[in-house]
């Protein structure tokens, strides 16, 4: 347990950074802290969920290769993947990178929903300011219109809006369920809560509502879909938490600098890269990233300016958290091996050559 306390120490550390930000806010605004989904046992029932999907195949494959399906043998096969597949140790890595992203993951939630009471300005105007000197005097999101018209793409985009919600908590379930290299999962998920603790550590410097709010002419043409209705109930949430936050019964969620959505696509870029996971894997990764940056300024979620706030979050939480969980060699990063950090063979020391010569130098006891 204590070995895999180090492996997410970082993230430990930012959910109770959070969670002491969360509960100093809560008291000094009079506001009521929630859980941010209304069920916590929501992520617990994902990664059990995943358990399930990583051992009832082994189960049924291993049975079927043995031609026995009475209850007994099966039972006996599902207690024999248990042992390989969940023993003590894996229960500890699970469940403690499970605690501390989640921890981060409610605390940053409530942490920005409570930003409109902490900070009462906003820098919509500023930040569309800086997009029009960047863009050639056009707003962003009229530019992509112009581009990729107002028909089909805007369901495209939508569509993958709605993906990256259900991505996030699929991939902490791979990384922490699926993979034996805890090693990359524990860099994973502690660059996930990084990038938490640090969106909401901006959302509360520098509120913004995001263009859709701050500019809705811009977005008129476009056709109604999902997203649009998520748009509206947003809204909706953030006028009756801003007017009652004990009466309204929810968080709000609307801040835009920086975007998180493309700050944890670049964390998921840069991870799958730099971990070598196969060509498909990083090409698709790569290929959603374009349509995050694009869509989030398509559907007007952000500015062009949140978009290099969330590449710069998270590209620093995937070094920070390579640093910190000992996946570098110096200040690169670079995967360890093994469970408790084995070094790569190139990383191994290499005898002196005063002693290579004939005898081999003496071992250290």
Same mark, same amino acid.
């Given at each position: 347990?204590?070995?895999?306390?180090?492996?997410?120490?970082?993230?430990?550390?930012?959910?109770?950074?959070?969670?002491?930000?969360?509960?100093?806010?809560?008291?000094?605004?009079?506001?009521? #802290?929630?859980?941010?989904?209304?069920?916590?046992?929501?992520?617990?029932?994902?990664?059990?969920?995943?358990?399930?999907?990583?051992?009832?195949?082994?189960?049924?494959?291993?049975?079927?290769?043995?031609?026995?399906?009475?209850?007994?043998?099966?039972?006996?096969?599902?207690?024999?993947?248990?042992?390989?597949?969940?023993?003590?140790?894996?229960?500890?890595?699970?469940?403690?990178?499970?605690?501390?992203?989640?921890?981060?993951?409610?605390?940053?939630?409530?942490?920005?929903?409570?930003?409109?009471?902490?900070?009462?300005?906003?820098?919509?105007?500023?930040?569309?300011?800086?997009?029009?000197?960047?863009?050639?005097?056009?707003?962003? &999101?009229?530019?992509?219109?112009?581009?990729?018209?107002?028909?089909?793409?805007?369901?495209?985009?939508?569509?993958?809006?709605?993906?990256?919600?259900?991505?996030?908590?699929?991939?902490?379930?791979?990384?922490?369920?699926?993979?034996?290299?805890?090693?990359?999962?524990?860099?994973?998920?502690?660059?996930?809560?990084?990038?938490? #603790?640090?969106?909401?550590?901006?959302?509360?410097?520098?509120?913004?509502?995001?263009?859709?709010?701050?500019?809705?002419?811009?977005?008129?043409?476009?056709?109604?879909?999902?997203?649009?209705?998520?748009?509206?109930?947003?809204?909706?949430?953030?006028? &009756?938490?801003?007017?009652?936050?004990?009466?309204?019964?929810?968080?709000?969620?609307?801040?835009?600098?920086?975007?998180?959505?493309?700050?944890?696509?670049?964390?998921?870029?840069?991870?799958?890269?730099?971990?070598?996971?196969?060509?498909?894997?990083?090409?698709?990764?790569?290929?959603?990233?374009?349509?995050?940056?694009?869509?989030?300024?398509?559907?007007?979620?952000?500015?062009?300016?949140?978009?290099?706030?969330?590449? #710069?979050?998270?590209?620093?939480?995937?070094?920070?958290?390579?640093?910190?969980?000992?996946?570098?060699?110096?200040?690169?990063?670079?995967?360890?091996?093994?469970?408790?950090?084995?070094?790569? /063979?190139?990383?191994? /020391?290499?005898?002196?050559?005063?002693?290579?010569?004939?005898?081999?130098?003496?071992?250290?006891?």
């Amino acid at each position: 347990m204590l070995h895999s306390a180090r492996q997410f120490g970082l993230a430990w550390a930012c959910g109770i950074l959070l969670a002491i930000v969360m509960v100093v806010l809560a008291v000094w605004k009079h506001l009521p #802290v929630r859980d941010p989904d209304g069920n916590f046992l929501w992520f617990p029932l994902i990664l059990l969920a995943a358990i399930v999907v990583d051992v009832a195949p082994r189960v049924a494959h291993r049975s079927r290769l043995r031609g026995s399906w009475s209850r007994a043998d099966v039972g006996d096969v599902t207690r024999e993947v248990m042992r390989e597949r969940w023993h003590k140790r894996q229960w500890a890595y699970a469940l403690s990178g499970l605690g501390a992203w989640y921890l981060c993951y409610a605390t940053f939630r409530n942490v920005k929903s409570m930003v409109p009471f902490v900070n009462h300005r906003l820098y919509d105007d500023r930040l569309a300011a800086f997009d029009r000197k960047i863009w050639f005097g056009h707003a962003p &999101a009229v530019v992509l219109h112009h581009v990729f018209g107002t028909g089909i793409f805007a369901h495209i985009f939508s569509g993958a809006y709605i993906l990256w919600i259900g991505l996030v908590p699929a991939s902490i379930a791979i990384a922490l369920v699926w993979t034996r290299a805890t090693s990359a999962g524990s860099w994973y998920v502690t660059a996930v809560a990084l990038d938490w #603790v640090l969106g909401a550590l901006f959302y509360l410097l520098v509120p913004t509502l995001g263009p859709i709010y701050s500019s809705p002419e811009h977005f008129t043409a476009l056709p109604h879909t999902y997203v649009t209705d998520l748009e509206s109930g947003l809204l909706t949430d953030y006028t &009756a938490v801003t007017q009652h936050p004990w009466g309204a019964g929810r968080l709000q969620t609307i801040a835009a600098f920086p975007s998180l959505h493309v700050g944890i696509m670049t964390t998921i870029c840069l991870t799958v890269t730099l971990l070598g996971l196969r060509r498909w894997i990083r090409v698709v990764a790569w290929i959603f990233w374009v349509v995050t940056v694009f869509g989030t300024m398509y559907l007007g979620w952000h500015f062009f300016a949140d978009i290099l706030g969330g590449i #710069v979050v998270g590209s620093f939480a995937v070094w920070a958290s390579a640093m910190t969980t000992g996946n570098h060699v110096g200040l690169r990063p670079r995967l360890r091996y093994g469970f408790t950090g084995e070094r790569r /063979p190139e990383e191994e /020391p290499q005898p002196d050559p005063a002693t290579s010569s004939g005898a081999r130098p003496a071992r250290l006891s």
